[in-house]
């Protein structure tokens, strides 16, 4: 099956600092989704992207279907960026399974 | 406001007691799909429903079952639930299978 590879693993940002998450996939898919999983463990949708770029506030993210990688982009980073991130795929023709990253886990210091 | 709601949210039990997490979406969505998170694992897909009476198996459905007889409910069963199965479910709908996907507030369960 399709394999989805986040990196790094794990990030220790100083508050107002940039970084770069990244998501491989194995194959093609049809869409591809970031969720931000808080401290308490609220999972909330970033962005939907299956290809190009697009930005909310201090967070963007580009995808590169052809190549199979998906890039977030934080800004500026506040402790409140602080949880794990998860990028998501859905699989080419069957669009009810959703296969998820392992995830990085982001610690914003103030 | 637009949601999905899980209940329990958390909950104790032992071996082999039938068990069910009920979730429901007031946003009129056709998907709905069932996950659960453990360490080092990340989220894996359990079941997931196309629309009314379409369920289909996600990558871990061994030990549970599903049914969606109307479109915002989408329970969980866990017929004999093992420890095993010790995880945090969450819920989650989308107004069509791809489309963006939103969770609900997660369910803690431990099976003794």
């Known amino acids: 099956g399709i394999q989805v590879e986040q990196s790094p693993p794990d990030l220790i940002l100083q508050e107002g600092a940039n970084s770069t998450l990244r998501c491989n996939f194995s194959?093609?898919?049809?869409?591809l989704q970031w969720f931000h999983q808080n401290p308490w463990g609220q999972l909330i949708n970033l962005f939907y992207i299956p290809s190009g770029t697009k930005q909310n506030g201090r967070l963007s993210a580009t995808t590169v279907a052809t190549e199979r990688y998906s890039l977030l982009y934080i800004s500026s980073s506040q402790t409140t960026d602080s949880g794990v991130y998860f990028c998501a795929v859905r699989v080419k023709g069957n669009t009810g399974k959703l296969i998820f990253g392992q995830g990085t886990t982001l610690q914003v210091k103030p | 406001e637009a949601q999905v709601t899980q209940n329990p949210r958390y909950l104790i039990t032992v071996t082999g007691k039938k068990l069910t997490v009920t979730c429901s979406q007031n946003?009129?969505?056709?998907?709905m799909s069932w996950y659960r998170q453990d360490p080092g694992l990340g989220l894996r897909q359990i079941y997931y429903?196309?629309?009314?009476?379409?369920?289909d198996k996600g990558d871990v459905p061994e030990g549970y079952k599903v049914s969606r007889k109307e479109k915002r409910n989408f329970p969980l069963i866990l017929e004999s639930p093992s420890p095993n199965q010790t995880s945090l479910y969450f819920c989650?709908?989308?107004?069509?299978?791809?489309?963006?996907?939103?969770f609900g507030p997660g369910t803690r369960l431990l099976v003794l």
């Open positions: 194959d093609s898919v049809n869409n």
């Open positions: 989650a709908s989308s107004l069509a299978g791809g489309e963006t996907q939103y």
């Open positions: 429903s196309m629309n009314v009476e379409v369920t």
């Open positions: 946003m009129n969505h056709e998907y």
